[in-house]
């Protein structure tokens, strides 16, 4: 007996792993080779395709596309309509699948609505992708970044609020009170 819970209109098809209490809802397709972790939410009219992973408490909004060569691990936050590329040259006539290019988006990462992840580039950890950012390059962990093509305006914790660093490279997440330390470009959250 299934663990998880597919919508009637969702279309599950055979060899996929879904973790237990993960909720697929209408219109959704998960094919041949998907990996859905456990506590995870797939919206309605999502497509989920062959050797996709999903780690656990991922969550889909309505209308995503994740390709071949996408690995979200866990935590991770896809807007609505949101989209990832696996070609970096598609044409019609020319048949390119030996050519999917792998996109990693590392635990906690959030990708706002109607953004494109371009094949190629992976999301670091807890960084935030504002909504409609066109992403062409590598975003660094805890990295804000915005516009098309995107670009970094700042840093964010891990509870989703932006941080201000000092001079000697310290913040505090005013909502959560985690600390961050920005040192030679990366930041780290101090344990």
């Not at 996709?52 to 979200?72: A, E, F, H, R």
């Amino acid at each position: 007996m299934d663990n998880f819970f597919a919508h009637q209109t969702a279309v599950i098809d055979p060899d996929c792993k879904i973790g237990e209490e993960t909720k697929i809802w209408h219109f959704s397709h998960v094919m041949s080779g998907a990996t859905i972790g456990a506590h995870c939410n797939i919206g309605q009219n999502v497509v989920i395709s062959p050797d996709v992973i999903l780690g656990d408490n991922v969550k889909v909004q309505n209308n995503v596309s994740i390709y071949t060569g996408v690995t979200c691990e866990d935590d991770v936050f896809l807007g609505p309509s949101c989209v990832f590329t696996n070609v970096i040259n598609p044409r019609s006539h020319v048949n390119r699948k030996h050519e999917y290019a792998r996109t990693t988006v590392k635990k906690g990462a959030s990708i706002g609505a109607n953004a494109t992840i371009v094949c190629g580039n992976d999301i670091g950890e807890f960084a935030f992708i504002g909504a409609g950012a066109v992403v062409t390059k590598n975003v660094e962990p805890y990295a804000l970044v915005v516009g098309n093509p995107a670009i970094q305006i700042g840093w964010i914790s891990e509870y989703g609020i932006r941080l201000h660093f000092d001079e000697k490279g310290l913040a505090i997440c005013a909502d959560s009170g985690d600390r961050y330390e920005l040192k030679n470009g990366i930041v780290s959250k101090i344990r």
